[in-house]
């Protein structure tokens, strides 16, 4: 068995595009801006956009942090999303999700400019990603391609199966694996909460992609001897133990899961910095667009 090492994968990346932002330094080019608005205090969410600005800060962008109370009025955030959106010093805007009930997140999406939709959740970036075209590729499945990459694992021809059909993870995951890519060129499978025979379809997977919110529920008895796994899954458990007061659990039961897996990502650092660094890696593509 060997690890996914995200936290590896994502520092070749991020390290790259240190060398590429100070090239552009030297050229007295435009250096890559991402912008990050965050709406109220979810703990889960501050952790996520600190992370965000600080990976911008290790590869040389400028980043700027937007924060507005949990009470905001829609229309307020749509005018900031609109200002930026204007600024042409921007070259890329993320909303940090989920945002509180009275705003559709739908709205937020659909308003930011499809060419600074650096997290790739605009209808118009999903639609070129449908169609093969150049587009910004949601985070996540962005980051997990990215890996697979890195790592040099096999694709072509491997059955995949999805478990989640969420639009920031799970639907976009599926395309990519399906792609006529490398990586990608899978059959793929895809599962929700509605999946029967979820158990029997996971043991036929050569790679399992678990993007469901479940801690553990990926159990050994689901994965046939040789699989890829690859974990999206991040719940917060309470654990006193820990001065943050939580652990981070994934989808998969680690420790059952692995000695059966010719590959297996950790959580956390598998897909967590994976996501970062292709967060990093679109805004960068967006300020080369401009440059
Ligand atoms: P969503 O809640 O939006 O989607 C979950 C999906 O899982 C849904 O499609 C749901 O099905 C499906 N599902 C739920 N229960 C089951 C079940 N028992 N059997 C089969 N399918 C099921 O979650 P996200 O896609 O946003 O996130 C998934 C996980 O990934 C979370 O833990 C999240 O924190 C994590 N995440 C991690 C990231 C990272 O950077 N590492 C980034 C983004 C998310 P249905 O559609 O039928 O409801």
């Known amino acids: 068995m060997e690890i996914l090492d995200g936290k590896k994968a994502a520092q070749a990346i991020k390290d790259e595009l240190k060398m ?10 435009k250096i890559p801006h ?7 205090t979810n703990g889960a969410s501050e952790t996520y956009v600190a992370a965000k600005v600080k990976a911008c800060d290790e590869v040389g962008f400028k980043s ?3 924060r507005f109370d949990a009470d905001i009025p829609a229309v307020k955030l749509m005018e900031k999303i609109q200002e930026l959106n204007n600024d042409p010093d921007v070259d890329g805007i993320l909303v940090q999700l989920p945002l509180p009930k009275h705003i559709r997140e739908s709205d937020v999406i659909d308003a930011i400019d499809p060419d600074k939709d650096v997290d790739g959740f ?5 639609g070129k990603m449908l169609q093969g075209l150049p587009s910004f590729v949601p985070a996540t499945p962005h980051g997990i391609m990215l890996l ?5 694992v096999e694709t072509k021809g491997k059955h ?4 989640g059909r969420s639009n920031i993870v799970g639907r976009p995951m ?8 490398n990586p990608g060129n899978c059959t793929v499978t895809i599962c929700h909460s509605h999946t029967q025979n979820l158990k029997e379809l996971c043991l036929q997977a050569d790679i399992i992609v678990a993007a469901l919110g479940k801690p553990e529920f990926v159990t050994a008895d689901m994965v046939k001897e040789g ?24 989808d998969v039961q680690f420790d059952t899961v692995a000695p059966k897996c010719s590959w297996i990502t950790p959580v956390p650092g598998g897909v967590g910095p994976m996501t970062i660094a292709a967060l990093m890696k679109n805004t960068f593509v967006s300020c080369k667009m401009k440059n």
């Open 148 to 152: 697979l990459e890195h790592f040099k």
């Open 64 to 66: 700027t942090l937007v």
């Open 227 to 250: 699989a890829v796994v690859v974990d999206v899954g991040i719940t917060r458990l309470e654990d006193n133990t820990r001065k943050s007061g939580f652990k981070l659990k994934g």
């Open 122 to 126: 605009h209808p118009v970036n999903i």
């Open 34 to 40: 991402l912008a990050a608005i965050l709406v109220g």
């Open 20 to 29: 590429e932002v100070a090239q552009l330094s030297v050229e007295g080019k």
């Open 174 to 181: 599926s395309i990519l694996l399906s792609s006529n890519s």
């Open 160 to 163: 995949a199966v999805v478990v």
